[in-house]
């Protein structure tokens, strides 16, 4: 046998991240308080880069006092946490209601579903009981409206706190609730021929003021700054933009970029090393800002109804919708949401809690419009209806759901089967 060496050539394609690639896949991810204290930390350590500070817009905060102080305040969770010593629970009440609140976002809401709670604690409580706690303890807690699983939900319960009228409530628990109202113009439209048009206003008014996300006016987030902006125009549009104010203007310093230029110098590796990441730097924060913009300015035209008070009702929304529309990758879009607020007429929200997911492939159904559904078809059934057959129905008007996806839901708004009701 003889043995031959054989020089093969193969081309392939491999994707490599570049040490720039990740820091600029980094400063995605950071909040506004985050990436304004790497500004500052980098002007400190690269004399290259220097602060505009004839261009610089300022305001009211100052970023440096409030990141000293952020590890002596109170969170929102201690906040709450405190409040259950006042109210004579169980001990599984107490246990269960501390998971709930170390669950909730950062703008007071619980994006979880309760089965999703359940599974979490190890099934040790039923899913009656976590509902029951997070409607009998965790709602009552203040801020009002905490521990919504929705923006509908927060508004609703800061209602009830009003104590406003028994009529008014009802009122406002359509306007909500019922599926068949697009928006709050259909709404009134549809409730005038029941109430008066001085009370559906009064409500419609008092909608308006709720705040939507409570969790941010605790004292202690004032560490929340938002990155965007809407600036309200004529005719009910708005413009999303950037802010400026308290945001470092950095730029390369033109004298000792020109001392390094200068061969006679002869510069060192070093110095032309720090040049070279104070000109990155100042591309990577310029391109993530205008990415963050391009990203929420399409998320505010998509919601234009829910963020003009048109509706109370957000649009189905996904990351990938986002992705594909922007060219970019869907990574790329998680990592932007992750810590950015815009600012609002409502108050700063998260630019991820403007998104929630269809559980439709064929038709923008969001969970909460199909829980609204299947309880309706359920309340207005003459005779009991499996979930199959309520499939059918759904699949009739196009929403195209498999029968597990209506037992997944109808469980959730604790619903019993058609044998048990």
Excluded at 112 to 118: A, I, Q, R, T, Y
Excluded at 167 to 196: C, T, W
Excluded at 335 to 343: A, C, D, E, F, N
Aim: aromatic share 6%; charged share 30%; with cysteine.
């Amino acid at each position: 046998m003889v043995i031959k060496l054989v020089r093969e050539f193969k081309q392939n394609q491999q994707l490599a991240i570049t040490p720039q690639l990740k820091k600029s896949i980094d400063l995605l991810q950071l909040s506004r308080l985050e990436i304004i204290n790497k500004i500052n930390n980098e002007i400190e350590e690269n004399p290259f880069l220097t602060k505009d500070y004839d261009k610089q817009s300022s305001g009211t905060f100052d970023d440096m006092d409030l990141l000293d102080n952020l590890s002596n305040e109170l969170t929102l969770q201690d906040h709450l946490e405190s409040q259950l010593n006042d109210l004579k629970l169980t001990v599984s009440e107490k246990k269960i209601a501390i998971f709930i609140i170390q669950s909730l976002e950062e703008n007071g809401l619980l994006n979880m579903d309760l089965d999703e709670v359940e599974e979490l604690m190890e099934f040790a409580y039923s899913i009656e009981e976590i509902k029951s706690v997070l409607n009998d303890t965790i709602h009552n807690l203040e801020p009002a409206g905490v521990g919504a699983r929705d923006f509908k939900e927060t508004i609703f319960i800061q209602l009830k706190r009003q104590k406003i009228l028994p009529d008014e409530l009802e009122i406002a628990n359509k306007i909500l609730f019922d599926p068949q109202f697009s928006d709050f113009g259909d709404a009134m439209d549809k409730l005038e021929i029941y109430y008066s048009k001085s009370a559906i206003n009064n409500v419609l008014n008092k909608i308006k003021q709720c705040d939507l996300s409570p969790g941010l006016e605790f004292e202690s987030t004032i560490m929340i700054q938002p990155d965007l902006e809407i600036i309200p125009q004529n005719n009910e549009n708005f413009n999303v933009r950037f802010k400026k104010e308290n945001f470092p203007l950095i730029s390369l310093d033109e004298d000792l970029e020109k001392l390094v230029k200068d061969r006679k110098n002869k510069a060192t590796k070093e110095l032309k090393e720090k040049m070279g990441e104070a000109k990155w730097l100042i591309r990577a924060i310029n391109k993530r800002n205008e990415t963050i913009q391009n990203v929420g300015k399409l998320i505010c035209q998509k919601q234009a109804d829910f963020l003009s008070e048109k509706s109370a009702e957000l649009k189905p929304l996904s990351n990938l919708e986002l992705a594909k529309e922007l060219k970019i990758s869907p990574s790329t879009v998680s990592r932007i949401l992750r810590s950015k607020y815009i600012q609002t007429p409502k108050g700063a929200l998260s630019m991820k809690s403007l998104l929630v997911s269809s559980v439709s492939k064929t038709r923008k159904v969001t969970p909460m419009q199909l829980m609204e559904e299947i309880q309706k078809i359920i309340e207005e059934e003459k005779k009991k209806l499996s979930d199959q057959k309520i499939s059918d129905l759904l699949n009739k008007r196009g929403f195209n759901l498999a029968r597990r996806t209506i037992s997944k839901y109808r469980k959730k708004i604790n619903l019993p089967s058609s044998r048990n009701r």
